[in-house]
């Protein structure tokens, strides 16, 4: 098969350009000013639109295996071809965790049956499995993950000496979640005493406080100097965390690295009286403050990473407060437009957001041949139009949870087309759900940080 992309301008490290994609078996064989002569199988105009390459989200939550209610590898990849993300990392806290080497195998063979884009799988750490470290699969996973706090799933790790035999023996990516969980309980045990056994949803960020995220970001920081460890830290929520990251060049990414989640840029704590639970996530999101700093972050390089923690649950799930409402929303098919919205309010340019969501995930986990518009590189491409005026209602959401905290939001952006590997699998409206992604591969040298 024979593809060409024209007339559209293409954003690739950091540069926009008009021009063409000519793209052959599912690779990108050639970009160019010049119309090419040749003929093509099929023709994509991109007239008016911007060319990116598909979206890495490096952080979601598909729910499969074991809460499959909520979601499935197949619902959420189907959300992800619509929203321009042609690969994902999925997290371990399903059930089984992905704690074991059969349940991560286990993983890949669901994905290979269900997953409508590319996928692969971080390996769970806990008290007692790092034994395990030295018989992954490295071309296989992006890393381990660790929760450094109690959130969704219980998979805390939280005794010291486990703690530093992780961080002293992962030769892979180590993606922390850190919350401190006894500065929570404290925070939960005040707030019940005042407001009863569920306090309202709006003193969530007052429980799972700021001190509760530095503490512990600080200590996973302090850890991963004294081993290191390539560390990259999820979801940062507050400010002063900001200070504990170096920031990053253009050439190279420093050993420590900070993701910043949809959430958590997109929403202040303000807006729980709008939208009540719907938006209670971990860790919390927290003032108006926070949110402006971490938007500032995105610019001066201390967060190298924008992703989404997709992470649906039931809307009866989402109802009560601190205590009763799960936390987690889905985000994976809004991520993209969301942050096209943000170029808009001029927050970032469309070169810089390109960075944040397709080139430095690459990059960072050593991805192989994604992430970029190159030539020799598979052919991962979102088309998406600006000025194309749209809204979000129910009918519009493939998460299998059903709803979205972005309904009844106008969007000015829309993403016309998604290729996963030179094969179109969404286009205005349609998934293609007889296509099957490919599992990602990595080479972890590529990584190089410097000290």
């Known amino acids: 098969m024979r593809l060409l992309i024209k007339g559209g301008h293409i954003v690739n490290e950091g540069r926009t350009q008009n021009g063409y994609i000519v793209i052959e078996d599912g690779v990108i064989t050639e970009i160019t000013k010049q119309q090419p002569v040749a003929s093509f199988d099929e023709t994509i105009d991109a007239t008016g639109c911007y060319v990116l390459p598909g979206v890495i989200d490096d952080h979601v939550h598909f ?3 074991g809460l499959t209610q909520k979601a499935d590898i197949d619902s959420e990849s189907r959300a992800a071809a619509a929203g321009g993300v042609t690969t994902y990392f999925d997290m371990p806290n399903c059930v089984p965790q992905t704690t074991t080497l059969e349940a991560l195998e286990e993983k890949f063979q669901l994905a290979a049956q269900k997953s409508h884009v590319n996928y692969s799988f971080f390996f769970g750490a806990t008290n007692d499995n790092a034994a395990l470290f030295a018989q992954l699969p490295e071309n296989r996973i992006p890393g381990v993950k660790l929760f450094m706090g109690a959130s969704t799933g219980n998979m805390l790790v939280d005794k010291q000496q486990a703690l530093e035999h992780i961080f002293k023996t992962c030769k892979l990516p180590l993606m922390s979640h850190c919350e401190d969980t006894d500065i929570i309980n404290r925070n939960m045990a005040n707030a019940q005493e005042a407001w009863g056994e569920d306090p309202p949803v709006g003193l ?7 001190e509760a995220c530095l503490a512990s970001t600080r200590k996973a920081v302090e850890l991963a100097k004294k081993y290191g460890t390539r560390l990259h830290v999820a979801h940062i929520s ?3 965390e900001l200070e504990l990251f170096e920031s990053n060049h253009h050439s190279q990414f420093p050993q420590i690295t900070a993701e ?3 959430g958590h840029l997109y929403f202040s704590q303000l807006d729980h009286e709008r939208l009540g639970a719907k938006i209670k996530v971990n860790p919390s999101i927290k003032t108006p403050v926070d949110q402006f700093l971490l938007r500032e972050a995105l610019n001066d390089g201390h967060i190298t990473v924008v992703a989404t923690d997709h992470a649906p649950h039931l809307l009866e799930q989402k109802q009560g407060g601190c205590v009763k409402a ?3 929303m889905p985000m994976i098919q809004f991520s993209l437009v969301t942050m096209l919205e943000l170029v808009d309010n001029g927050v970032l340019s469309i070169e810089r957001l390109v960075e944040l969501m397709c080139h430095h995930p690459a990059r960072l986990f050593g ?6 518009l190159c030539e020799g590189y598979q052919a991962d491409v979102v088309i998406v139009r600006p000025h194309s005026p749209w809204r979000v209602t129910k009918d ?3 998460s299998k949870c059903g709803w979205s905290p972005m309904e009844g939001h106008d969007y ?3 993403v016309e087309r998604t290729l996963c590997n030179g094969h179109t699998v969404y286009e205005k409206g349609c998934v293609d759900d007889t296509y099957i992604g490919e599992a990602v591969t990595f080479n972890h040298s590529f990584f190089n940080f410097h000290h």
Do not use: K
Request: overall charge neutral.
């Open 367 to 372: 991805v192989e041949r994604r992430g970029f």
């Open 63 to 65: 729910r499969e295996p």
């Open 326 to 328: 799960a936390s987690g």
């Open 260 to 262: 910043a989640c949809l």
């Open 204 to 210: 969530h960020a007052m429980i799972r406080s700021e």
């Open 412 to 414: 000015q952006w829309q």
């Open 396 to 398: 519009v959401i493939l």
């Open 238 to 240: 507050t400010a002063e």
